[in-house]
């Protein structure tokens, strides 16, 4: 530890010296010669220890302005990928199958022949339906035109009424039971038809749950699944704070909604705000919406997990800067911004959003400010920078690539 003449007192320093010259003479010539470097020494490492520091290098960083932006107001959320319409094919007649008239996982048209059943015992009905009913109309003529005899005799007082009230009955029983003849006729047809399935709407199959050759029962488990993709829903929850802005401009006009894939590269997908659920949630506070989105291309599939963009309205003079020009401080979020001097200043700011590369400032900026967007992690409130950029040149982000 180096001790300068400064630190120690007038009177001990006045008895020190003679005292240490004394002893210095009575030490051999080689000691002298010792001590002296040392002494020296010391005195040099004591001289430089109190020098004042030299100043602390300037930061290079990268600044850019504070502008303002007209900005979307917008809502982001998870979303999942829900199917315009799942149908789930069942046979309503029990038999063989015996035809699959389609590939797994291919597009089908309404209309377009999927499964066929073996038909041949339903024909059968058919034909003996029929048959009955043949006989039946017959019989069902006959009794007719023997009732009509009848009440001509009765007319001329041939005939008991008793009788001829017996035959017309018994013509009305035949038209009965030709009407269900013709009933059962209609069923078996209709049955027959069912032998053969035909896809309801258009859109994609799943797989087949039984193949050919298969013992189909009535009503039993879904033979298989078409999903119509084209259109297609999206949903998703917000939380309940957002609801009075989203029945306030949605009775202004339709919200727009952007929907994100992620890992495809294609352009964002565009869709309408097309429902919002008549309840929030009292168990999460969110309420549902839907979106519906024209899907040609197929990016869409159900299942699938997005990000949704729901844009509520547009605000104009926003203040913003690059996102990354914000870093969390002790109290908040702070900016640094560049002085008249080319020192920083370290500025508590609010921001609450953040549009794609941008976040709109609420407090703490003024438009054409300067401020700190690369090299931050290397300040501190009054540094002193070097600008890499100049300050008129635009900051990244979406304002410049305008």
Sequence with gaps: ??????????????????????????????????????????????????????????????????????????ITAIGNVEAYSTVSIKAQVSGELVGVHFTEGDFV??????????PRPYQAVLAQAQAA??????VAANNRAQAAREAKLLEAGIVPTQEAEGVVSTADASDAVVNADEAAVQTAQINLEFCRIYSPIDGRTGILAL?????????????????????????????????????KFMGQGTLRVSAIVPSDAGPTMQGTLTFVDNSVDPTTGTI?????????????????????????SE?????????????????????????????????????????QDEAVIDKGLRPGETIVIDGQSLLISGARVAIKNPPSEPAPGRSSAK
């Excluded at 009913?133 to 017959?138: F, G, Q, V």
């Excluded at 050919?212 to 939380?239: E, M, R």
């Design 133 to 138: 009913l043949a006989r039946d109309k017959a």
């Design 315 to 355: 605000q104009a003079n926003a203040t913003v800067v690059p996102a990354h020009a914000i870093v969390p401080g002790q109290n908040g979020q702070l900016v640094y911004v560049i002085k008249d001097d080319d020192t920083v200043e370290a500025r508590a700011v609010v921001s609450t959003r953040a549009v």
């Design 288 to 312: 549902h919406l839907r979106a519906t989105f024209a899907n040609a291309q197929n990016r869409l599939w159900p299942g699938l997990y997005v990000n949704i963009v729901l844009t509520l």
């Design 211 to 247: 193949k050919a050759g298969n013992l189909i029962k009535v009503a039993d488990v879904p033979i298989l699944v078409i999903n119509q993709l084209d259109p297609i829903f999206v949903n998703f929850t917000v939380p309940q704070q957002y609801l009075p802005d989203i029945k």
């Design 1 to 74: 530890m180096c001790v300068g003449p400064l630190n120690i007192p007038l009177e001990f320093r006045m008895t020190w010296i003679p005292d240490a010259r004394a002893r210095l003479r009575r030490l051999p010539p080689t000691a002298a010669l010792v001590l002296v470097p040392i002494t020296v020494f010391a005195l040099i490492g004591c001289a430089k220890q109190q020098a004042a520091p030299p100043p602390s290098p300037a930061v290079s960083v990268v600044v850019g302005k504070v502008t303002q932006d007209t900005v979307p107001v917008q």
């Design 109 to 118: 048209h309404k209309g377009q022949l999927l499964l066929e059943i073996d």
